[in-house]
T-cell receptor, first 112, second 111 residues
């Protein structure tokens, strides 16, 4: 099981770009990297998923270097409403508990 | 609303009582997951269904916990003889593949 390591917390200011890095040294060939966001008293919400290089959608970008041992979630121009816990997950897309194993996440606090 | 629905949203029960939670996944999602989350921690995996088959079960799921997914549609999670340590948010998620969609959870308080 690929273990992930992310910072416990990060602070940022409104309008700044935020980069959260996740380490996953034991990532397997078939593993994807997925990020979820969770607000208090709500279930996690899918943000973005990638396998290699760069993926971008309407809310974030995901940068994955060639060795895939780490990944960086980039949130452009954060606002107060981006304050949440962000989880990095590594696993196959085949459907299993391994696909959705959460760590402790990164608490992002956006300050005015 | 076509999202994952969980019922009830909140449940307060006395220690020793049985409780049952329901999850209605997004229709046609064949994968369904149950998680438990306590304050300050990430969601912990409990069990996984593919259609009606319960394929994986965490060691966290003691004999007091049981989950079903009859006909591969909605799912129920039952906790028998509740203990104070069962107090947590219970989350359900469904998935058609890579992306999982979570419900808002059922918050259980055992007093």
């Amino acid at each position: 099981l690929a273990k992930t390591t992310q910072p416990i917390s990060m602070d940022s200011y409104e309008g700044q770009e935020v980069n959260i890095t996740c380490s996953h040294n034991n990532i397997a060939t078939n593993d994807y990297i997925t990020w979820y966001q969770q607000f208090p008293s709500q279930g996690p919400r899918f943000i973005i998923q990638g396998y290699k290089t760069k993926v971008t959608n309407e809310v974030a970008s995901l940068f994955i270097p060639a060795d895939r041992k780490s990944s960086t979630l980039s949130l452009p121009r954060v606002s107060l409403s981006d304050t949440a816990v962000y989880y990095c997950l590594v696993g196959e897309a085949s459907g299993s508990a391994r696909q959705l194993t959460f760590g402790s996440g990164t608490q992002l606090t956006v300050l005015p | 609303d076509t999202g994952v629905s969980q019922d009830p949203r909140h449940k307060i029960t006395k220690r020793g009582q049985n409780v049952t939670f329901r999850c209605d996944p997004i229709s046609e999602h064949n994968r369904l997951y149950w998680y438990r989350q306590t304050l300050g921690q990430g969601p912990e995996f409990l069990t996984y269904f593919q259609n009606e088959a319960q394929l994986e079960k965490s060691r966290l799921l003691s004999d007091r916990f049981s989950a079903e997914r009859p006909k591969g549609s909605f799912s129920t999670l039952e906790i028998q003889r509740t203990e104070q340590g069962d107090s947590a948010m219970y989350l359900c998620a469904s998935s058609p593949g890579r992306e999982a969609f979570f419900g808002q959870g059922t918050r259980l308080t055992v007093v």
